[in-house]
């Protein structure tokens, strides 16, 4: 798939084109759905191990106890049921890359692990009394936040600092929404367009499925409007139920929509800023008018919500 690069993303894929030359390994951060393995497929398709696999291991998706043996493969009578030799992703993706997703849940004793494959390049399969030498290029990715792991003594700290050598955090879709119009004409070629309402919606919306969830609700869309544009009757009735505001959204009064615009815009800024004063420098609003306008419009702080409207 060749990737959606908005402004916000342009940077990162500028800097990924640098990664893609080296052989250092590469952690990618960021929320479900913002593209982390589109950008590790990207740096994968722009290094020279590019006609080489890619080999993705989710470790969520696994029980804790068979990651080792998935990626480091097995040999036979190692455990009871392995009744042959077994290549793990590693050896199978020999020359490529492999994306270790969802690094954040791998066990302990597995980093460690992997940190030493990727500083000597040799690994022992599960039941292997030698080490295998191996050439891959390793890409972490994860949605947890890392810091916090470590402080918990869930991460190790030497393989944080060993893998962020290239490092990429992607940015969540609500800290961009004006870049939804660029999204849905890379999308569909241009070939759609968003109605005011709808543009209206997916301002306010918090996107917590990011780019997925846009491309999703996009085609959802699509498959019912009958023109080019795309309308709220189009649109999933979930979504267009989160707006606390439909008589704005359906209205025409410029005035109430802005109005309703920047309350949106100061209840995300507040949970990002908890500090009323830094939240008012972050927009350039004088303090004594945030806090006037926080009063108009009934804002509560609430720092760590995440709903949209
Ligand atoms: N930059 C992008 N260009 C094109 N499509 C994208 C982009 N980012 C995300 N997508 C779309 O969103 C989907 C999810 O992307 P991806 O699997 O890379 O997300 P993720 O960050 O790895 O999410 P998760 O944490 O849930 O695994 C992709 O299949 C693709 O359809
Ligand atoms: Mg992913």
Redesign the pocket.
Known sequence: ?????TTS?RKTYQDAQIAATSNEPVLIL??????????ARYIHSQSRRCNQSFLPLNCSALPPHLIESELFGYTQGAFTGASHDKKGILEQAEHGTVLL??IGDMPLDVQAKVLRVIETGEMWPVGSTAYRRIDVRFIA?T?ADVKHLIEQRQFRRDLYYRLNIFLYQ?PPLRHQPEEIPQLADAIFNGEVTLSTPVLELFFCYSWPG???EL?NVLIYARSRATGREILLEHLPAELVQTCKHPAVLQGQSLKQKLECFEAVVLRHTLRRYPDPGDAAKSIGMELRTLYRRIKKFGIVAHPRQSSGL
Not at 1 to 5: E, Q
């Open positions: 798939m060749n990737p959606l690069i993303l960021g929320e479900t759905g913002v593209g982390k393995e589109v950008l997703d969802e990715a949605n992607i990011n780019i997925r491309k």
